[in-house]
C-alpha cells in the first residue's frame, strides 16, 4: 500500500483537529482536539519513517506521546480547577487577561 | 582742541542719564539742569566754531578718536567722531535751538508733573542728533539716527495717557523703521563694495564703484532719508507727531531731526553724485513732497498740523535741492538753517498761542488775537514773513537759491522743478496767510466759541493744571517764553541776509559739499521777480477768503480736494487698509497656522499613533480561540511561504 | 597637573543643587538663600575662568582637562573652552542669580495650603534650577561627543519638572485649566527634545563606527592628517541627525512650537531659563559640533537652513504680533531671535558668526530682562493677557521704563547690545547672500511692530481700574533688572571685551569650516 494514503490520513485528522480547537468552546473538546492533532503528527511522523527507512520518525513518535501524556496531566488539572472555579468549561469564560 | 568734540555729545547725554536716573530729588532743579547742559554744549560748539574759523579753509576738519565700538575681522566701526563745516553748521543750529527750546519748556511745561524727564528726554535728543551730525561712520551715524528716532517716540508719547499720543508715538517709530531698513541695507551695500562704511574710506573710493552699485546705495540712503524727515511715501507719521508738546514740534519735528535725511544726502554728496538715476528719485521725491505737505498745510485747521504740512514742504524743498547735485547741496543746508530759524519760531508761537488760549488747536476758534499777544503776535509774522519768502528775510534768500538752482539743472526737468518749486511758494504764502489770519486777525471767535467739553481730549493735557475748559482769557506768555521766540524772530529777520550777501554760506560750507553754478534758462532776476510775484498772488488770494470774509467756526465741507487733504491726502486711509488692515489679516492666519498646521501636523502624528494602537489593542480580544486562529494563520502563511519558495 | 577649574565651575552648582534640596522642609528661606550663594560663587568662579582663559593662546581648545571614562567605547570624559564657550558659560553663570531672585517667591507655598511636613517645593524649584546650570554649563565646556549628548539629553528632566511643576499663578482659566497647559507644555517640551536627542543619538553612535572615537581634538586630528574617511552621504546623513536635534533645541520653524507653551505656561524665571541659557546649547552646538564635525555636509545644507532661519525670522516676528499672551509674545520673539542666530551660523562668514555669538549672549541678556519685568508685571496683576493691562507707566513708571528698555534691546536700538550682534549677522549674510540678508532686515521693522504695540497696550493708555495701585518695582526686583540693563548699555556701546574673546574662536571655526571672507569688491582698486 502507498505510504502517501497514511499522510493523506494525517493532515486530514490534524485539520480537523485544528478546526476543533478553532471552533468548539468546551475546553475538553478543545482539549481532545488538540490530542487529535498531536496523534495526526504522530501518523505522519511513522509514515515518513517508513517512507525513509529509518526509525527516526518512529523515535520523535514516541517523545511525542510521553509530551502528550505530560500536556494530559497538566492541561486536564487546570481544565478542572478552572470548571471548579467558573462552574463552566468553556474557554471563552477564560478571557480576563485581555486589556 | 579736538578732543573737545566728544564733550558736545557727553554734555546732554550726562544730563539725559542724571535726569532719567536721578527720582523725584531732582524734580525742583531737573529743569534747570538740562537747559545749563543744553547751554553747555552749545557754547563747547562756539568755542570750536571760533577755532575752526582760525584755521584754513581746507585745514578746518577735526577728529576724535574714542575707542574702536565693533572690531570683527574686516568690520570695524569706530566710536569716532568727524567736525567739519556741515557738521558744525549742524551743531549750533542743534545746540543753539535747542537751549531756546529748553528755556522755552521751562516756561511752558512749568506745570507738568512729569517736568524732569521731559527734560531728560530733551537732552537725550540732543545728544543723539549730535551723535549722528558728528559720527565718522555710517554705522555710528546709525546709532544716532535711531537715537533720534527713540528721543522722538519717547517726546511725542510724552502724554502717553492719552491714547492717540502713543498711537503716534508707535507710528513715527514704526514708519522710521522702515526708513531704518534703507539705512542698514545701505551700510551694509557699503561694506560688501568698499570693505568700509567709514566717511573717508566710501567717499575715497566712490569713484572706482559701478554706477548700479552706487545707485543702489543712494537709493536706499533715500529711503532712510524719507522716513526721518517725512518725504512721501514714509510722510505720514509727521501730522500725527503733533500729539507731542508744542517745544518738541519745534525742536524735532520742525528744526533739527525731521532735517536728518537732507543732511545724510548732503553728507553723502560722493555717492549721491556718481549715481545720477538715484538723483533723480531724490528730486521728484523732494518735488512730490513739497506740494504735497504744502497742500496738506492749506487744508487743515489744526495750527500745528498745517505748520507740519508747511515743514513737510519745506524740506521737500531742502531734498529736491539736495538731489541737484553739487549745484543745490548750499542751498538746502541754507534753506535748512534758515528755515530751523523760522519753523521754530512760528512753533513757539503756536505753543504760546495755545498757552494763553487753554490749549485750543483750532484756528477757527482763534481770531483778533494780535491784541492781546502783541509780542507772539510779532514774532510770528515775522516768521511767517520769512517762511513766504519776503525780500528781506531769511527764506527769501534761501527759498530763492533753491528755485534758481531747480531752474539750472537744465532741460525739460530744470523747467518742470522750476516750475514746481514756484508754485510750492505760491501755495506757502497761501497757507500762511492763511494761518495768520486766522489766528491773529478778524472776529475773536473764541468768545462765543463752545467751551469744550470735559471729556474731549485736549491736546495739551498740560492745560491740565493750568485750568482748562473754562472760556479762554488769552493773554501774553511769560517771558521765558517770549526770549527764545524773540532771538528765533531776530534769527528768522537776519540769518538770510547774513548767509546769502557774499556768499559767505556758499564759500564756508563748499569745500566739505562741493559746489558748481548750473547755468540757469532764465536769469535770477526774473526767477526773483516770478517768486514775488507768485508770493503776493497766494497773499492776495488767502486775503480774499480769510481777510474779506468772515471765517467760520465750523469747517464748511469744501472741495473733494480739501476733504482729502484734511485726511492727509488719503494716505493714512491707504495705509490703514493695505498695510494694518492686511498685517492684521496675515497675523491672524499666521496664528491659526502656526496652532493648526505647524503644531497640528505634530500632534496630528502624535493622535495618529494613538488611534493606531487603539485599533491594534482590539486584536487582543482574550479569546484563546482567536490567538489560535492566528498562529494556524501564520504557520499558513510560513508554510505557503515555503513550498511558494521551494516552486521558484 | 593644573587646578581642574571646568569641572570645579560646573561641579559647584550641582552640590549646591544637592545642598539646597536637603535643607529642611521647613527652612524655605534658607534654600533660598543656599541656592543664590551657590549661583553667586559659581559666577565668581566663571569670571575666573573667563579671566584665566587667554583669547589669543595656542590650540583650539584651553584649561583641558582629560579623564578616560569607558574605555571599550573611545568615551572620555573631555574638557575645554574656546572663545565661544567661555562667552556662553559667563553668560549662564552671570544670569542664574538673576533667575533665581527673580524666582524667590515663584514656588512660595501658598497661604492657605495644607502644611505638609514632606513637601519642599521651594527646594526643589531652586535645587532643579541649580542642576539645570551645573549640566548646561558643562555641556559648554564637553569636548567630547558622547559627553556632550549625555548632558543634552540630561538636561531635559530637571525642565521638565521646572515646567511641570512650577507653572505661572495666572491663568486665565483658574488652577485647573493651568495644571491641564502646565503638564500638556512639560509633555510637549520633553517630547520635542526627546524625538530630537534621539536621532541625535543614532548620529552620535555613526560617529564613533566612522571615527573610532569621540573626542572632538582627535576627530580634528584625524581630519587634517587625511586618515578620516567619510562618505560625502554619510557625512551628511549624520549632519542631519545632530542638526535637527540642534535645531529643535534652538528652535527652528518649524519644529518651534513647543516654545511658545513652554515659555506661556511657566514662571517668568523659568522661561528665561529655557529661552535664555538651555537653548543657547542648541546654537552653540550648531558651531561646535555641526561645522566642525562636518564642514561638507554644513556647506552642503546652508541654502536651505538659510532658508528656514529666515522663515524663523519673519514668521516668528508676525506671530509675535498677533499674540494676547505677553509671554507667548516674548516667546516667538525668541524664535525670530533664534532665526538671526542660526543665520549667521550658517552664513559662513566672520562677521556672521561672531554677530551670532555675540547675539546669544545679547539676546540672553535681552530677554532676561524682557521676560522679568514682564514677570513683575504678571504677578502683580495675575494675568498674561495684554488686555488685561493699560496705563501701568501712570501707576508704575520704573516698571514701566524697564520694561521699555528691555523691548528696545529685543528690537535692537543701536546703543543698546542686541544691535551690534543683530547688524553683524546681517552685514554677514549680506555679503554672501544679499537677497536673504535684505528680507531678513524686514524683521527690523516687524520686531519694532510687536514691541511697541506691547508696550503701548500694557504701558500706555488711560489707567485700567484693574491696575490701578499697582505697586511699582521693589529693590529685589530692581536688583534683578538694573545689572541687566547696564549690561546691555555696555555691551551696547563697548562690545569689545566680548568680541576679543570670541573672535578668535570665530575665525578657527572658520578655518575648519575652511571658509574664508568674501571680499569686497574694490579692495584690489584700495
Known amino acids: 500500500m502507498n505510504p502517501v494514503y497514511y499522510l493523506y490520513l494525517a493532515s486530514l485528522l490534524f485539520t480537523i483537529g485544528a478546526a476543533g480547537v478553532l471552533i468548539r468552546r468546551n475546553a475538553i473538546v478543545v482539549f481532545m482536539c488538540v490530542e487529535l492533532m498531536l496523534n495526526a503528527c504522530n501518523l505522519a511522523f511513522v509514515a515518513f519513517s517508513r517512507l525513509h527507512g529509518n526509525l527516526d520518525g518512529q523515535i520523535i513518535a514516541f517523545f511525542t506521546m510521553v509530551v502528550a501524556a505530560a500536556e494530559v496531566v497538566v492541561g486536564l488539572a487546570i481544565i478542572v480547577s478552572m470548571f471548579r472555579a467558573r462552574h463552566s468549561a468553556s474557554v471563552d469564560d477564560a478571557s480576563l487577561m485581555k486589556l | ?648 | 597637573m593644573s587646578f581642574p577649574f571646568l569641572t570645579v565651575t560646573a561641579a559647584l552648582p550641582a552640590a549646591g543643587a544637592i545642598v539646597t534640596a536637603a535643607v529642611p522642609a521647613a527652612r524655605r528661606t534658607a534654600a533660598k538663600w543656599t541656592a543664590l550663594l551657590f549661583s553667586i560663587a559659581t559666577l565668581a568662579l566663571a569670571a575666573v575662568v573667563v579671566v584665566k582663559f587667554d583669547p589669543g593662546g595656542s590650540g583650539p581648545f584651553q584649561l583641558t582637562e582629560s579623564h578616560t571614562w569607558i574605555k571599550d567605547f573611545g568615551v572620555s570624559y573631555d574638557l575645554g573652552v574656546d572663545g565661544i564657550g567661555v562667552a556662553l558659560l559667563a553668560l549662564t553663570a552671570l544670569l542664574i542669580p538673576f533667575v533665581i531672585l527673580a524666582g524667590w517667591h515663584d514656588a512660595d507655598v501658598l497661604e492657605g495650603a495644607e502644611p505638609n511636613r514632606r513637601w519642599r517645593p521651594t527646594q526643589g524649584f531652586f535645587a532643579l534650577i541649580l542642576a539645570v546650570e551645573a549640566m548646561v554649563i558643562l555641556s559648554f565646556e564637553a569636548t567630547d561627543v558622547f559627553l556632550f549628548y549625555l548632558l543634552f539629553e540630561a538636561m531635559l528632566i530637571p525642565m521638565y519638572f521646572l515646567i511641570g511643576g512650577f507653572g505661572d499663578r495666572a491663568h486665565a482659566g483658574g488652577d485647573e485649566a493651568a495644571a491641564t497647559q502646565r503638564s500638556y507644555a512639560a509633555v510637549k517640551f520633553l517630547l520635542y527634545n526627546l524625538v530630537g536627542g534621539l536621532i541625535m543619538l543614532a548620529a552620535v553612535i555613526g560617529v564613533y563606527v566612522v571615527a573610532g572615537t569621540f573626542s572632538l581634538t582627535d576627530i580634528a586630528h584625524l581630519r587634517a592628517s587625511g586618515d578620516l574617511s567619510m562618505a560625502t552621504s554619510t557625512e551628511r546623513w549624520l549632519f542631519l541627525g545632530f542638526f535637527f536635534a540642534f535645531a529643535v533645541k534652538a528652535p527652528l520653524w518649524p519644529v518651534h512650537t513647543w516654545l511658545p507653551n513652554a515659555m506661556g505656561e511657566s514662571t517668568a524665571p523659568v522661561a528665561v531659563l529655557i529661552t535664555a541659557v538651555v537653548d543657547k546649547v542648541g546654537t552653540f552646538a550648531m558651531l561646535r559640533f555641526c561645522l566642525q564635525l562636518f564642514p561638507e555636509a554644513s556647506k552642503w545644507a546652508t541654502p536651505v537652513i538659510l532658508v528656514l532661519a529666515l522663515i524663523s525670522i519673519v514668521y516668528g516676528a508676525l506671530l509675535a504680533v498677533g499674540q494676547r499672551d505677553i509671554k507667548r509674545l516674548i516667546a516667538y520673539a525668541s524664535i525670530s531671535h533664534f532665526g538671526f542666530i542660526i543665520m549667521g551660523i550658517f552664513a559662513m562668514t566672520s562677521q556672521g558668526q561672531s554677530g551670532a555669538t555675540l547675539y546669544m549672549v545679547n539676546h540672553g541678556i535681552s530677554t532676561a530682562a524682557l521676560m522679568l519685568v514682564a514677570g513683575f508685571l504678571i504677578s502683580r496683576r495675575g494675568s498674561r493677557l495684554i488686555s488685561d493691562y493699560g496705563g501701568v507707566q501712570k501707576v508704575a513708571p520704573v516698571l514701566a521704563g524697564t520694561f521699555l528698555i528691555g523691548g528696545l534691546a529685543t528690537l535692537s536700538l543701536p546703543g543698546l547690545s542686541p544691535f551690534v550682534s543683530e547688524f553683524l549677522v546681517l552685514v554677514g549674510t549680506f555679503s554672501r547672500y544679499p537677497v536673504i540678508g535684505i528680507i531678513a532686515t524686514i524683521g527690523i521693522v516687524l520686531a519694532a511692530l510687536y514691541v511697541l504695540v506691547l508696550y503701548q497696550r500694557t504701558m500706555t493708555g488711560p489707567v485700567k481700574a484693574t491696575v490701578q495701585g499697582m505697586p511699582d518695582l521693589k529693590v529685589r526686583e530692581l536688583v534683578v533688572v538694573a545689572p541687566l540693563i547696564a549690561l546691555l548699555i555696555f555691551l551696547g556701546v563697548y562690545p569689545k571685551p566680548l568680541t576679543d574673546i570670541v573672535n578668535p574662536a570665530v575665525h578657527q571655526t572658520m578655518s575648519q569650516v575652511d571658509q574664508t571672507d568674501p571680499h569686497p569688491q574694490l579692495e584690489a582698486s584700495r
Open chain 2, 1 to 648: 582742541m579736538d578732543n573737545l568734540i566728544a564733550l558736545l555729545i557727553a554734555a546732554p547725554l550726562l544730563g539725559a542719564a542724571v535726569l532719567l536716573c536721578g527720582g523725584r530729588a531732582l524734580d525742583r532743579v531737573g529743569h534747570w539742569l538740562g537747559t545749563v547742559l543744553a547751554a553747555a554744549s552749545f557754547v563747547i560748539g562756539a568755542v570750536l566754531f571760533v577755532d575752526m574759523l582760525g584755521k584754513g579753509a581746507d585745514a578746518r576738519t577735526m577728529h576724535q578718536h574714542l575707542f574702536t565700538w565693533v572690531p570683527v575681522a574686516g568690520f570695524k566701526a569706530d566710536m569716532g567722531f568727524q567736525l567739519d563745516q556741515l557738521s558744525m553748521t549742524f551743531v549750533l543750529l542743534i545746540s543753539g535751538v535747542g537751549t531756546l527750546i529748553h528755556l522755552y519748556s521751562v516756561g511752558y511745561m512749568a506745570h507738568d508733573e512729569r517736568r524732569r524727564r521731559f527734560f531728560g528726554y530733551l537732552n537725550l535728543f540732543l545728544a543723539a542728533m549730535l551723535l549722528l551730525v558728528l559720527a565718522d561712520n555710517y554705522l555710528l551715524l546709525y546709532m544716532g539716527w535711531e537715537g533720534v528716532g527713540l528721543a522722538s517716540y519717547l517726546l511725542i508719547g510724552f502724554w502717553q495717557h492719552k491714547p492717540s499720543a502713543a498711537t503716534a508715538a508707535k507710528k513715527a517709530f514704526l514708519v522710521n523703521r522702515v526708513g531704518d531698513m534703507g539705512l542698514s541695507i545701505a551700510i551694509m551695500l557699503m561694506f560688501t563694495t568698499f570693505g568700509t562704511f567709514a566717511f573717508g574710506g566710501v567717499f575715497g573710493a566712490a569713484d572706482g564703484a559701478s554706477e548700479g552699485k552706487l545707485t543702489a546705495i543712494s537709493l536706499m540712503l533715500l529711503l532712510a532719508a524719507c522716513g526721518k524727515s517725512a518725504q512721501v511715501p514714509l510722510q505720514s507719521w509727521l501730522g500725527d507727531a503733533m500729539e507731542g508738546p508744542t517745544p518738541v514740534s519745534a525742536l524735532i519735528h520742525a528744526a533739527t531731526m525731521v532735517t536728518a535725511g537732507v543732511y545724510l544726502i548732503t553728507r553723502s554728496s560722493a555717492v549721491f553724485n556718481g549715481a545720477p538715476n538715484a538723483q533723480l528719485v531724490v528730486v521728484v521725491v523732494g518735488a512730490v513732497t513739497l506740494i504735497f505737505g504744502a497742500i496738506v498745510g492749506c487744508a487743515k485747521d489744526d495750527i500745528k498740523k498745517s505748520l507740519a504740512g508747511s515743514t513737510m514742504s519745506q524740506i521737500g524743498y531742502m531734498i529736491l535741492a539736495a538731489g541737484l547735485g553739487p549745484i543745490g547741496y548750499v542751498f538746502a543746508i541754507m534753506h535748512l538753517v534758515t528755515h530751523g530759524f523760522f519753523k521754530a519760531g512760528l512753533f513757539l508761537g503756536a505753543g504760546s498761542v495755545m498757552h494763553g488760549m487753554n490749549d485750543e488747536v483750532d484756528m477757527r476758534k482763534y481770531g483778533g488775537l494780535r491784541r492781546y499777544m502783541p509780542v507772539t503776535f510779532v514774532t510770528f509774522g515775522l516768521g511767517y514773513l520769512a517762511i513766504i519768502g519776503f525780500p528781506g528775510l531769511s527764506g527769501f534768500f534761501s527759498k530763492d537759491k533753491i528755485i534758481e538752482a531747480a531752474f539750472a539743472k537744465g532741460g525739460t526737468e530744470g523747467w518742470i522743478l522750476g516750475a514746481v518749486t514756484l508754485l510750492g511758494a505760491a501755495i506757502t504764502a497761501y497757507y500762511m496767510t492763511r494761518m495768520m489770519l486766522m489766528t491773529f486777525f478778524g472776529e475773536e471767535r473764541w468768545r462765543h466759541a463752545e467751551t469744550r467739553s470735559p471729556d474731549a481730549p485736549s491736546a495739551e493735557p498740560a492745560a491740565a493744571g493750568r485750568g482748562a475748559h473754562d472760556e479762554p482769557h488769552p493773554h501774553e506768555s511769560p517771558w521765558i517764553m517770549t526770549i527764545p521766540m524773540i532771538v528765533l524772530a531776530v534769527g528768522s529777520v537776519g540769518a538770510g541776509a547774513f548767509f546769502g550777501i557774499g556768499n559767505r554760506f556758499l564759500n564756508w560750507l563748499e569745500p566739505v559739499t562741493g559746489h558748481s553754478e548750473g547755468h540757469s534758462p532764465v536769469s535770477a532776476g526774473v526767477v526773483t521777480t516770478a517768486t514775488i510775484v507768485l508770493l503776493l498772488v497766494g497773499v492776495g488770494i488767502a486775503y480774499l477768503q480769510y481777510g474779506r470774509r468772515p471765517v467760520p467756526a465750523v469747517a464748511p465741507r469744501g472741495s473733494l480736494l480739501t476733504r482729502a487733504a484734511r485726511r492727509d491726502l488719503l494716505q493714512d486711509d491707504f495705509n490703514h487698509v493695505v498695510l494694518v488692515r492686511g498685517g492684521e489679516h496675515l497675523t491672524r492666519s499666521l496664528v491659526y497656522v502656526d496652532h493648526s498646521l505647524v503644531d497640528g501636523v505634530v500632534n496630528g502624528t502624535a493622535a495618529s499613533f494613538g488611534g493606531l494602537s487603539g485599533r491594534l489593542r482590539k486584536v487582543q480580544n482574550g479569546y484563546a480561540r482567536s490567538y489560535a486562529l492566528s498562529m494556524f494563520g501564520g504557520t499558513a502563511v510560513v508554510v505557503a511561504a515555503t513550498l511558494l519558495m521551494r516552486a521558484v
